[in-house]
């Protein structure tokens, strides 16, 4: 089976300018959680959404980041104007059920904003 | 507010020794526990996932206790392998609330 698919694995770019990061959950999973690991505060939630519906978005750092789910099998999670900062990975998971837990996290996406 | 802390930080031991990786979280009213690893430059991959109503799991050479009265899991390597170098993170979901809250990691070196 294929895991959670992120894009693109690693994203360089200048301050100012806009960042979609990408992910496609597990098939059949309803839960998709967006995170962001940096060394300083490890993993921190930024939102998540259950059966395509953000259900707790407490976590988004400020209004340049927001996070869509058009639909079960697609999230994008977008930063605008991006800052050096942002600069992190960005981890989405997915899971099966609202509190059956079990997280797949997918490879990252690795933002550099210069 | 859910509180989960790691202890060591660092570890690095022998090939073969037999370890223990220790989790502790603050309110003992949670979901679940789960404990991933990650390796350098990758993602999280979940190793064992214990119920609030279980005590341990076992995958392997892994096992992992969970005594929610003390708030404290514990992750047992047996006959460790320089394969299993990596970080070990925990993470806890609150009760009735869909949110892994993680700890910061113990980070595991296994040399020949």
């Known amino acids: 089976d294929a895991g959670v698919i992120q894009s693109p694995r690693h994203e360089v770019t200048e301050m100012g300018q806009e960042v979609t990061l990408r992910c496609k959950p597990i098939s059949g999973h309803n839960s998709l959680f967006w995170y962001r690991q940096t060394m300083m505060r490890g993993l921190e939630l930024l939102i998540y959404f259950n059966n395509n519906v953000p259900i707790d978005d407490s976590g988004m750092p400020e209004d340049r980041f927001s996070a869509k789910m058009p639909n079960a099998s697609f999230s994008t999670l977008k930063i605008q104007p991006s800052e050096p900062r942002d600069s992190a990975v960005y981890f989405c998971?997915?899971?099966?059920?609202?509190?059956?837990?079990?997280?797949?996290f997918g490879e990252g996406s690795r933002l550099t904003v210069l | 507010k859910q509180e989960v802390t790691q202890i060591p930080a660092a570890l690095s031991v022998p090939e073969g020794e037999n370890l223990v990786l220790n989790c502790s979280f603050t309110d003992s009213a949670i979901y679940n526990l789960q404990w991933f690893r990650q390796d350098p430059g990758k993602g999280l991959t979940s190793l064992l996932l214990?119920?609030?109503?279980?005590r341990e799991q076992t995958s392997g050479r892994l096992n992992a206790s969970l005594d929610k009265s003390s708030g404290r899991s514990t992750l047992y390597i047996a006959a460790s392998q320089p394969g299993d170098s990596a970080t070990y993170l925990c993470?806890?979901?609150?009760?009735?609330?869909?949110?892994?809250?993680f700890g910061a990691g113990t980070r595991l070196a296994v040399h020949p």
């Open positions: 998971a997915s899971s099966k059920g609202q509190n059956t837990g079990e997280l797949f």
């Open positions: 214990i119920q609030s109503s279980q």
């Open positions: 993470a806890v979901i609150p009760g009735g609330y869909n949110k892994l809250i």
